[in-house]
C-alpha cells in the first residue's frame, strides 16, 4: 500500500512506528552495573554517587539472562549484592547489576522477588551481607520509565486523532 506524502494514511503509519519504538524502552530497566572486590573500585561502592560515576555504570535497556531459557531478556529489576566474607573479613564484595523474574512459582528460587540480609555464596565464597532488588530505574527513580510512558500516551492520543481524520476524510 502506497501512502503519499503527508497524507493522513502515511501520517499514521509514522505515529504507530514511533508508539511500538517508544513503547519498546518505556519496558525497558535501567540499571547500574558495576563490580568492586576487594575496593578494587571505590565509585562502585557504597555510599554510591551518582553523580561521581556519570554515564558510565548506568546501562539503559539492560538486558538479563532467564532460568532454562537461552539468551538475554528485557530485565525487570535491579540489584546490588553486597557482603563480607566469613571466613577472611578483609575480603568484601559490592555488585550492582540487572535481573529478572523466570516466573518459576516459588519466591525462594527467585532472586529478584524479596530484597534478603544474611549468607550467601557468591563465586565458591562464603559471604555474610545482603541481596537488594528493586523494579525502577536506576534503583532510585522511575523517571526515565515515566517520561517514556506519558510520551506513548501523548503518541496514543495523536495516532487516535489521525485514525479519526482518516475515517472522516474517507467518507
Avoid: W
Avoid at 143 to 161: G, H, N, W, Y
Wanted: proline content about 3%.
Amino acid at each position: 500500500m502506497e501512502y503519499p506524502i503527508g497524507s493522513p494514511g502515511r501520517q499514521l503509519l509514522i505515529s504507530l512506528l514511533a508508539v511500538a519504538a517508544l513503547f519498546r524502552a518505556a519496558l525497558c530497566l535501567t540499571c547500574y552495573l558495576c563490580s568492586s572486590v576487594n575496593h578494587s573500585d571505590p565509585y562502585c561502592e557504597d555510599t554510591f554517587n551518582t553523580d561521581y560515576v556519570g554515564i558510565n555504570y548506568l546501562q539503559h535497556e539492560c538486558m538479563a539472562p532467564r532460568k532454562d531459557r537461552r539468551g538475554y531478556f528485557p530485565a525487570d529489576h535491579c540489584i546490588k549484592v553486597s557482603g563480607v566474607s566469613t571466613v577472611n573479613s578483609n575480603y568484601t564484595v559490592v555488585v550492582r547489576t540487572c535481573a529478572m523474574d523466570s516466573g518459576s512459582l516459588t519466591a525462594d528460587t527467585e532472586i529478584v522477588r524479596m530484597s534478603h540480609c544474611g549468607h550467601f555464596i557468591l563465586d565458591d565464597h562464603y559471604f555474610s551481607g545482603c541481596v537488594q532488588t528493586c523494579d525502577t530505574d536506576g534503583c532510585n527513580t522511575g523517571t526515565r520509565r515515566t517520561v517514556a510512558q506519558l510520551t506513548v500516551a501523548f503518541l496514543l492520543v495523536l495516532l487516535l486523532s489521525q485514525a479519526t481524520l482518516l475515517r472522516s476524510s474517507a467518507s
